[in-house]
């Protein structure tokens, strides 16, 4: 099956820095890639959708200019938390569509733990 | 808004017990219906999806689910769990051809040797 990964798996850092992660697709092309945050014991909440070479879409309630998405290849889309916050301290998952078959690919996730 | 409603957030069974995860939607539209598995510190997979056709669908390691249409249901089942089965399971739609998948809150089995 396709491959998504994402990069790096656990990071920490201090409050106000920012922090960027990166989701690959590793054997296909995905113009579209979704972002989301799974809040502990809870569901994965989508961010946003990015789309190869066009701006992402955000979400209700998701603040664009801290969640920082570009997607500047069709293998690369990145977030970018901004001064980050402990309460933005979570899970971040990214996943990629395969073409027309509908399925999503997932990555391992990324634990961001902010100090 | 469109929403999926998983109702059990726990479930502890023995080996060989029978499964069965309820998973309800919100839409009076299009959809297509997917379960996922999330094994402990693993990545999310797909275990199986509903998009046409048999309302009755297989999916890898002996599950299936039924979409039920009037009841806007889409349950998981397995006959007989292994202690491998253990895992977070998570219903998904996504509606109107949308590649937007809207995620219930997650079911966490623990299957007792």
């Known amino acids: 099956g396709a491959v998504v990964s994402q990069h790096p798996s656990r990071v920490i850092c201090k409050s106000g820095t920012s922090v960027k992660i990166e989701c690959r697709s590793l054997d296909f092309q995905a113009t579209t890639m979704f972002w989301y945050r799974q809040f502990p014991k809870k569901s994965l909440m989508l961010m946003a959708t990015?789309?190869?070479?066009?701006?992402?879409?955000?979400e209700q309630g998701v603040e664009k200019d801290k969640f920082l998405i570009n997607h500047a290849s069709l293998t690369l889309s990145t977030l970018t938390v901004t001064s980050a916050h402990p309460e933005d301290s979570s899970f971040y998952i990214c996943?990629?569509?395969?073409?027309?078959?509908?399925?999503?690919?997932f990555g391992e996730g990324s634990r961001l733990t902010v100090l | 808004a469109q929403s999926v409603s998983q109702h059990n957030h726990h479930v502890i069974l023995s080996e060989a017990a029978s499964l069965e995860l309820g998973c309800n939607y919100s839409y009076g539209g299009t959809v297509n219906l997917f379960w996922y598995v999330q094994y402990p510190g693993q990545h999310l997979q797909l275990l199986l999806k509903?998009?046409?056709?048999?309302?009755l669908v297989k999916g890898i390691k002996g599950f299936e689910a039924e979409f039920i249409k009037s009841k806007f249901s889409f349950n998981l089942r397995k006959p007989s769990v292994q202690w491998s089965d253990t895992a977070e399971y998570f219903c998904?739609?996504?509606?109107?051809?949308?590649?937007?998948?809207?995620f219930g809150s997650g079911t966490r089995l623990l299957v007792r040797p």
């Open positions: 509903y998009f046409s056709g048999d309302p």
């Open positions: 996943s990629a569509s395969l073409g027309g078959t509908g399925e999503l690919f």
């Open positions: 990015s789309n190869e070479g066009s701006k992402a879409t955000y």
């Open positions: 998904a739609v996504t509606v109107d051809s949308s590649y937007k998948l809207i």
